[in-house]
């Protein structure tokens, strides 16, 4: 599970840094001038950003996950209150070498490298949204098992010049050609191989914001993911991970093989990596667009892959891709305005229930000690069944659940619900439905020098997405037609969520939960994580730790969490 998480507290604080699968970036160059300067920002006195990126292991019950976090704070007199210095200053005197301060902006992504391509395209007075494309390009080059263009995303901006926020669904879509029992005969084919390919919308969803707010050249923020591809980059132990875990699939597929096992040997933590495909199919894209993989030679390349492998994806699929813009979704929660992404996302409501849930007694501090984990746990087991009735908006009618996933007064019929001496079989908490299980994604936050703020994840689903990389295009594919629920109903299991049954054109229901968090018109946390089903009780108990708990942010992310799968015991 990967955390990044930017916080806006009372002072500059410490943090630690460890490990090498994560970093911290600042930005040292010139406060930015003339029109690209932020008046309040000059106002702020010093006021810091400090970033810093933690490699953690942390234990839940049963469970062992390795967790990767970004920390961005910036000071701010408005939340003495809420985070008292005491509670920080000893880390602050402690930890002084291991922390990074800027005040031009920062940049908090799973690989030391992207946080740096992120940091320097800052440098050039880009945008955060100019960050954000050079960011994502280059997590999909070094660790293309968890995202890349072959895959989707959901994108949170905010601007600080409109105190506008944007939400940018570029999720994958089911091609022209599925259909809802089209794996009747062959589940597994909706898990891995050529049938579990969706169209792919990163790629179109990052032009799309870039159209908006971009300062930059499209090209220049291809360029360090490109030279990457081209002249290599150093397996780092993230990617090492789930290497040795799926040679097996690695293996068998003749694209992956070529680029993770090149002489015959599946490389390994510390070897060189190239992705000469991919370099070519990004110098293309920089140079022509994103046409070039929508209607041009990068995506008849992948298609021709694809469609010789099996697959039912078109030149018409990639044609008719779009990104959906809508305003973000807001919710407000403990005095705070937290902006996130509608359906077909469940993080930002699926965390509305839950905190107004916990809430409904009168006060958040509900959840402390072992009581508070139980009303906790039984919140979040009511959460992922309501959340099942959730699905792609344009296909079906989601604005009920949404409002009553975000009503304070819905949260309170949750709460009666929840006995503090037991717990109940699933029916007990509306569970009508099986519970999907997507998996990982790679995330990431931006904050800039005037304080636009992006929050990001990407993903290509399952580690390594179908198991398929595009020979021609150095492109590893999504099998995001796995998030879908298909009509076969097992003896074991609850029936599947019509509400995300496929439909060409459809996108799949989503655990992903990019947030930015306002006081005010002020940015006071930019959060999200990776980790499939679990981000949504991840992040809301990161923020529980941090606003309620009054946890500084280390031991936030630090302090054990739990999630609950499925079985009403099974945590």
Same mark, same amino acid.
């Given at each position: 599970?990967?955390?990044?998480?930017?916080?806006?507290?009372?002072?500059?604080?410490?943090?630690?840094?460890?490990?090498?699968? $994560?970093?911290?970036?600042?930005?040292? #160059?010139?406060?930015?001038?003339?029109?690209?300067?932020?008046?309040?920002?000059?106002?702020?006195?010093?006021?810091?950003?400090?970033?810093?990126?933690?490699?953690?292991?942390?234990?839940?019950?049963?469970?062992?996950?390795?967790?990767?976090?970004?920390?961005?704070?910036?000071?701010?007199?408005? =939340?003495?209150?809420?985070?008292?210095?005491?509670?920080?200053?000893?880390?602050?005197?402690?930890?002084?070498?291991?922390?990074?301060?800027?005040?031009?902006?920062?940049?908090?992504?799973?690989?030391?490298?992207?946080?740096?391509?992120?940091? /320097?395209?800052?440098?050039?007075?880009?945008?955060?949204?100019?960050?954000?494309?050079?960011?994502?390009?280059?997590?999909?080059?070094?660790?293309?098992?968890?995202?890349?263009?072959?895959?989707?995303?959901?994108?949170?901006?905010?601007? /600080?010049?409109?105190?506008?926020?944007?939400?940018?669904? *570029?999720?994958?879509?089911?091609?022209?050609?599925?259909?809802?029992?089209? =794996?009747?005969?062959?589940? *597994?084919?909706?898990?891995?191989?050529?049938?579990?390919?969706?169209?792919?919308?990163?790629?179109?969803?990052?032009?799309?914001?870039?159209?908006?707010?971009?300062?930059?050249?499209?090209?220049?923020?291809?360029?360090?993911?490109?030279?990457? #591809?081209?002249?290599?980059?150093?397996?780092?132990?993230?990617? $090492?991970?789930?290497?040795?875990?799926?040679?097996?699939?690695?293996?068998?597929?003749?694209?992956?093989?070529?680029?993770?096992?090149?002489?015959?040997?599946?490389?390994?933590?510390?070897?060189?990596?190239?992705?000469?495909?991919?370099?070519?199919?990004?110098?293309?894209?920089?140079?022509?667009?994103?046409?070039?993989?929508?209607?041009?030679?990068?995506?008849?390349?992948? !298609?021709?892959?694809?469609?010789? @492998?099996? $697959?039912?994806?078109?030149?018409?699929?990639?044609?008719?891709?779009?990104?959906?813009?809508?305003? @973000?979704?807001?919710?407000?929660?403990?005095?705070?305005?937290?902006?996130?992404?509608?359906?077909?996302?469940?993080?930002?409501?699926?965390?509305?229930?839950?905190?107004?849930?916990?809430?409904?007694?009168?006060?958040?501090?509900?959840?402390?000690?072992?009581?508070?984990?139980?009303?906790?746990?039984?919140?979040?087991?009511?959460?992922?069944?309501?959340?099942?009735?959730?699905?792609d908006p344009a296909f079906v009618d989601v604005d009920k659940y949404i409002s009553d996933m975000t009503s304070p007064s819905f949260a309170e019929t949750i709460s009666q619900k929840i006995n503090d001496n037991t717990t109940f079989p699933p029916e007990y908490y509306m569970n009508r439905w099986s519970q999907l299980q997507d998996n990982g994604t790679s995330h990431f936050c931006i904050?800039?020098?005037?304080?636009?703020?992006?929050?990001?994840?990407?993903?290509?689903?399952?580690?390594?997405?179908?198991?398929?990389?595009?020979?021609?295009?150095?492109?590893?594919?999504?099998?995001? *037609?796995?998030?879908?629920?298909?009509?076969? !109903?097992?003896p074991d299991e609850l029936p599947p969520a019509p509400a995300n049954f496929i439909q060409p054109g459809k996108r799949p229901l989503s655990s992903m939960t990019p947030l930015i968090i306002l006081k005010g018109n002020q940015v006071t946390g930019v959060i999200g994580g990776s980790g499939g089903t679990d981000i949504i009780p991840a992040v809301t108990q990161v923020i529980l730790n !941090?606003?309620?708990?009054?946890?500084?942010?280390?031991?936030?992310?630090?302090?054990?969490?739990?999630?609950?799968?499925?079985?009403?015991?099974?945590?």
């Open positions: 599970l990967s955390l990044s998480l930017s916080l806006s507290l009372s002072h500059t604080h410490t943090l630690t840094h460890t490990g090498n699968m $994560g970093k911290h970036e600042s930005i040292e #160059a010139p406060l930015l001038l003339g029109s690209h300067e932020n008046k309040n920002a000059r106002n702020e006195n010093g006021a810091k950003l400090v970033l810093s990126i933690l490699a953690l292991i942390t234990i839940t019950i049963l469970v062992a996950k390795l967790v990767v976090l970004g920390l961005a704070l910036r000071s701010s007199q408005v =939340y003495e209150v809420l985070i008292p210095e005491h509670k920080l200053n000893g880390r602050a005197q402690s930890q002084a070498s291991e922390i990074a301060v800027s005040d031009k902006g920062v940049v908090a992504a799973d690989d030391a490298r992207c946080s740096e391509v992120g940091a /320097s395209i800052l440098r050039k007075r880009g945008h955060a949204v100019d960050a954000a494309v050079a960011t994502a390009l280059c997590l999909g080059v070094v660790n293309p098992m968890a995202s890349g263009i072959g895959g989707g995303a959901f994108m949170v901006v905010w601007s /600080s010049s409109t105190s506008q926020a944007l939400a940018f669904d *570029m999720r994958e879509t089911a091609p022209s050609a599925a259909s809802e029992d089209m =794996y009747k005969n062959d589940p *597994m084919a909706k898990l891995t191989g050529p049938l579990s390919m969706a169209v792919p919308g990163e790629l179109a969803g990052l032009h799309q914001a870039w159209k908006k707010y971009g300062r930059l050249p499209w090209k220049t923020l291809f360029e360090p993911a490109i030279q990457l #591809a081209k002249n290599g980059f150093e397996v780092f132990p993230y990617l $090492g991970h789930y290497i040795i875990k799926f040679e097996k699939a690695i293996m068998a597929d003749p694209g992956l093989r070529r680029v993770f096992a090149p002489n015959g040997e599946i490389l390994q933590t510390g070897d060189t990596c190239y992705n000469v495909e991919l370099a070519q199919s990004l110098e293309a894209i920089a140079e022509e667009g994103p046409g070039a993989f929508y209607n041009g030679r990068v995506g008849e390349k992948l !298609v021709n892959d694809l469609r010789e @492998a099996g $697959g039912i994806l078109t030149m018409e699929d990639l044609r008719n891709y779009q990104v959906r813009v809508t305003d @973000a979704l807001e919710v407000n929660l403990m005095g705070y305005k937290v902006l996130g992404m509608p359906p077909p996302s469940s993080g930002t409501v699926g965390l509305a229930l839950i905190m107004n849930t916990l809430n409904s007694s009168g006060s958040f501090n509900v959840v402390e000690g072992s009581l508070g984990l139980h009303r906790l746990i039984e919140a979040m087991k009511h959460m992922l069944a309501i959340r099942m009735d959730l699905g904050v800039d020098a005037e304080r636009n703020a992006v929050s990001m994840t990407t993903t290509v689903n399952y580690p390594f997405g179908a198991g398929i990389l595009s020979r021609s295009t150095g492109i590893v594919l999504n099998n995001e *037609m796995g998030d879908f629920s298909t009509p076969e !109903v097992h !941090v606003f309620v708990l009054g946890m500084d942010p280390l031991s936030a992310v630090q302090s054990p969490r739990v999630y609950h799968k499925e079985k009403a015991t099974n945590l």
